[in-house]
């Protein structure tokens, strides 16, 4: 069944290509390549892998050293949950090890589980305000009455209005005005 061979685990198609070799001599990789369904490279691959190690698992690979050995990862720990730094840039300052990025502190941290919390962003305008305020602009279009020009709109609270350099006066909301 041709479809079979594609569906089988790769550790078993591996052991296939070494058996075939050992119960067979006379077959060539390409012919063992042919029968297992893979590449004429896969075979060779594993026949020689299961030679060298007795074995077709993975072998462990070195991978890139990490920067922060245990014990900075521990300092880094134990100033990050007792809140003395709080950010990746003061906890990369107290490591003082060369070449040590705040990216590197940050997924140290995340590896061990820790995650920033961000201040939550607040909006500038409340979804009250922003309703009001599509109420009024509606309602003003509405109105021909309205004399734009001396329509004054602002976000502050307090605002002064100046004639030819001179302060004509404060305007300020009530609830500034009590405070």
Same mark, same amino acid.
């Given at each position: 069944?041709? *479809? /079979?061979?594609?569906?089988?685990?790769?550790?078993?198609?591996?052991?296939?290509?070494?058996?075939?070799?050992?119960?067979?001599?006379?077959?060539?990789?390409?012919?063992?390549?042919?029968?297992? @369904?893979?590449?004429?490279?896969?075979?060779?691959?594993? %026949?020689?892998?299961?030679?060298?190690?007795?074995?077709?698992?993975?072998?462990?690979?070195? *991978?890139?050293?990490?920067?922060?050995?245990?014990?900075?990862?521990?300092?880094?720990?134990?100033?990050?949950?007792?809140?003395?730094?709080?950010? /990746?840039?003061?906890?990369?300052?107290?490591?003082?090890?060369?070449?040590?990025?705040?990216?590197?502190?940050?997924?140290?941290?995340?590896?061990? @589980?820790?995650?920033?919390?961000?201040?939550?962003?607040?909006?500038?305008?409340?979804?009250?305000?922003?309703?009001?305020?599509?109420?009024? *602009?509606?309602?003003?279009?509405?109105? #021909?009455?309205?004399?734009?020009? #001396?329509?004054?709109?602002? #976000?502050?609270? %307090?605002?002064?209005?100046?004639?030819? @350099?001179?302060?004509?006066?404060?305007?300020? $909301?009530?609830? $500034?005005?009590?405070?």
């Amino acid at each position: 069944m041709p *479809g /079979a061979k594609a569906n089988l685990q790769p550790t078993k198609q591996r052991w296939q290509a070494v058996n075939l070799k050992e119960l067979h001599l006379e077959l060539s990789y390409r012919q063992i390549s042919s029968k297992i @369904g893979k590449s004429q490279t896969f075979a060779s691959k594993w %026949i020689r892998l299961a030679r060298l190690h007795n074995s077709v698992a993975d072998q462990p690979r070195s *991978g890139r050293p990490h920067k922060l050995n245990a014990k900075a990862i521990q300092l880094i720990l134990v100033a990050a949950k007792q809140k003395e730094c709080k950010s /990746a840039a003061a906890l990369t300052a107290r490591v003082q090890q060369k070449s040590v990025l705040k990216v590197s502190v940050s997924s140290a941290l995340r590896r061990e @589980g820790l995650t920033h919390l961000r201040p939550k962003v607040v909006p500038m305008l409340t979804a009250k305000q922003r309703h009001t305020r599509t109420e009024f *602009g509606t309602a003003a279009q509405r109105r #021909d009455t309205v004399c734009w020009r #001396d329509t004054m709109i602002t #976000d502050s609270s %307090i605002f002064r209005m100046h004639s030819m @350099g001179e302060p004509a006066g404060s305007w300020c $909301t009530q609830a $500034t005005r009590e405070q």
